[in-house]
Every structure is written in structure tokens, then in C-alpha cells.
């Protein structure tokens, strides 16, 4: 029997949370916490996720700006953007959707938003507290949105103390998702392997996985014999591929169907991580609010 950990209702619960600070905190503010996300070019997968964040920050009683740039904007134009945004005392929170166009560096980008605003936690200085903490607190810490949401749901899933221990292996080594992810696990006392596309007999490091994390970007890549019997797998990927009708269809980074019956928990795609990323977004905005106004 697999059960499907349902993002849509451990985000839904996040935002509740997250919506009664916002509101405490424009009650004894005066304004609303602010979460600016800045896109550039007409990336259509991006836009979409750009407008679901402004639109959800809006149902949580935080005040959600999209900026849009254009594909031509140059790398003054968009670290002056950028330096506004900084010096905006109204301005809590700040996002650069990635990847940005091949002219634009994208670490550069994250290295010049405020730490205190960097609510992707990309910036070098984010990170570094993530890997040096001994203890990972979401409340002070501005943690990278889709590795937390994943935790969320592995502590929600095994017990706060159900990750000690655990062998956990994250397919997928980017700077958003497999490192941080890596990192999160190790602090919550997992073993972890850090697997990516270029490992050799990688089915065989999965089988190992009592927590198996796949973030590659590769459609169904993960078969369901990859699987150890009773593990949790959290399926980070968002892919579209093509279907007769022409509309594609979205799927993840594991073949669902095939690990039905293999893995205990499995969040579904559709409606898995996703959702999760962004109420850990608004997270980030309302603990990033919190902190500068202290
Ligand atoms: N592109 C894909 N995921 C993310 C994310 O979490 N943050 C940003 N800034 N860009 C992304």
C-alpha cells in the first residue's frame, strides 16, 4: 500500500499559518509584508510560476509585486533594479526568478539581494549559515523554499523524529534543490548520498534509499524497481511531455504508476512539492518581514 502525500493539504495549512502572521503582522505594522519578484524575459513556465506566487501571496494578506524585465534588460539595469529594491524599507522580501537569459549570471544576481530580503535563501551567506548551523530553524533562518517544503512533508510524513538514521539519497546536485535538499537532510541526522545524473549504477544507490528525493528535471527517470520496498519518495520534478491532443502533460522525475505499491509515501506531481514551494515562499516573506522589524 503507497499513500500519496498530498501537497496541497500540507500547503494549504502552511498558508493558514503563515496568512494569521501576515495579518498580525500588518495589524501591528501597519502594512503588509512585502514579497517583490523580479522576472526577466518571456519564459512562459515562468511566468506562470511568478504569477502563482503573487497571486498566492495575495490570498495570504501579503502585498505580492511582480516586476517584469525585459529579455533585454542588461546586467546594470537589472543590479540597479535590484539595489532599489534593497534600499526599499517597504520591501521585505525579493526574488529573481532563474534561470535568467544567457547574458545575465544568475549568482551575480543573487549575490547583490540583501541577505536579509534573499527569500530564495541563494545568497552565498544563506547558504553558509545553512551548511555551519547545528540546528535548522525555519523560524530564523531563510532556508531554500522547495527543500524546506519537502522536509515539512518527510517530518509531517515519519515523525519529527522519524529522519534519524535514515539512509536518504537526493538524485540531482543544483544549487536550488539537490545541495540544500542534501544539506537539510544531513542536519536532521539522515546518512546522505548526494546521486546525480553522471553516478555510476544509480538504480542501485536508489534501491539503498530509505528517503529518496529526486530533483533532475528528467521525466520518469526514476523506475519503480529503483524503489526500495517501504521508502518515502519525495518527486521534486515538473516536467512537460508531449501527449496525442497536443497539450502535454505534466510529470514528474519518478514513475508514479510504477511505484505504486513499492514506496510507502510518494508525493504525486501534480500536487506534491509544488504547492509546497510556494507556501514556503510566503514563509520565508513573513519570517524575513519579522526579523527586520525586530
Ligand atoms: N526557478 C525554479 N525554482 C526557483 C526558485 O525556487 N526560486 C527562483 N528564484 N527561481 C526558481
Known amino acids: 500500500m503507497t499513500t500519496l502525500i498530498d501537497g496541497n493539504v500540507h500547503a494549504a495549512a502552511l498558508r493558514a499559518r503563515t496568512k494569521a502572521r501576515a495579518e498580525a503582522f500588518a495589524a501591528h505594522h501597519g502594512r503588509q509584508p512585502r514579497l517583490d519578484v523580479v522576472i526577466v524575459g518571456d519564459h512562459p513556465a515562468s511566468r506562470a510560476y511568478v504569477r502563482t506566487k503573487t497571486r498566492m501571496a495575495h490570498?495570504?494578506?501579503?502585498?505580492?509585486?511582480?516586476?517584469?524585465?525585459?529579455?533585454?534588460?542588461?546586467?546594470?539595469?537589472?543590479?540597479?533594479?535590484?539595489?532599489?529594491?534593497?534600499?526599499?524599507?517597504?520591501?521585505?522580501?525579493?526574488?529573481?526568478q532563474l534561470p535568467?537569459?544567457?547574458?545575465?549570471?544568475?549568482?551575480?544576481?543573487?549575490?547583490?539581494?540583501?541577505?536579509?530580503?534573499?527569500?530564495?535563501?541563494?545568497?552565498?551567506?544563506?547558504?553558509?549559515?545553512?551548511?555551519?548551523?547545528?540546528?535548522?530553524?525555519?523560524?530564523?533562518?531563510?532556508?531554500?523554499?522547495?527543500?524546506?517544503?519537502?522536509?515539512?512533508?518527510l517530518h509531517d510524513t515519519l515523525g519529527p523524529k522519524g529522519l534519524a538514521g535514515k539512509a536518504a539519497v537526493v538524485v540531482g546536485r543544483s544549487n536550488i534543490v539537490g545541495k540544500p535538499m542534501a544539506q537539510l537532510l544531513l542536519a536532521n541526522d539522515c546518512t546522505v548520498t548526494t546521486a546525480h545524473s553522471r553516478t555510476g549504477d544509480l538504480p542501485a544507490v536508489c534501491r539503498e534509499a530509505d528517503i529518496l528525493v529526486a530533483a533532475v528535471g528528467r521525466p520518469e527517470m526514476v523506475r519503480g524497481d529503483w524503489i526500495k520496498p517501504g521508502a518515502v519518495v519525495i518527486d521534486v520534478g515538473i516536467n512537460r511531455v508531449p501527449t496525442e491532443d497536443g497539450k502535454g502533460r505534466i510529470v514528474g522525475d519518478v514513475a508514479t504508476a510504477e511505484a505504486m505499491g513499492r514506496a510507502a509515501h510518494i508525493t504525486p506531481v501534480p500536487g506534491g512539492v509544488g504547492k509546497m514551494t510556494v507556501a514556503c515562499l510566503l514563509h520565508n516573506t513573513v519570517v524575513a518581514a519579522q526579523a527586520r522589524a525586530e
Open 100 to 153: 535568467l537569459p544567457g547574458h545575465l549570471d544568475g549568482q551575480m544576481m543573487i549575490g547583490a539581494i540583501h541577505p536579509d530580503k534573499d527569500v530564495d535563501g541563494f545568497h552565498p551567506l544563506n547558504v553558509g549559515k545553512l551548511y555551519t548551523a547545528t540546528k535548522i530553524d525555519p523560524e530564523r533562518m531563510l532556508i531554500p523554499c522547495t527543500p524546506l517544503g519537502s522536509l515539512m512533508m
Open 59 to 96: 490570498e495570504t494578506a501579503i502585498d505580492g509585486r511582480l516586476i517584469e524585465l525585459p529579455e533585454t534588460v542588461t546586467a546594470e539595469a537589472l543590479l540597479a533594479e535590484i539595489a532599489r529594491l534593497n534600499a526599499d524599507p517597504t520591501v521585505d522580501g525579493i526574488l529573481v
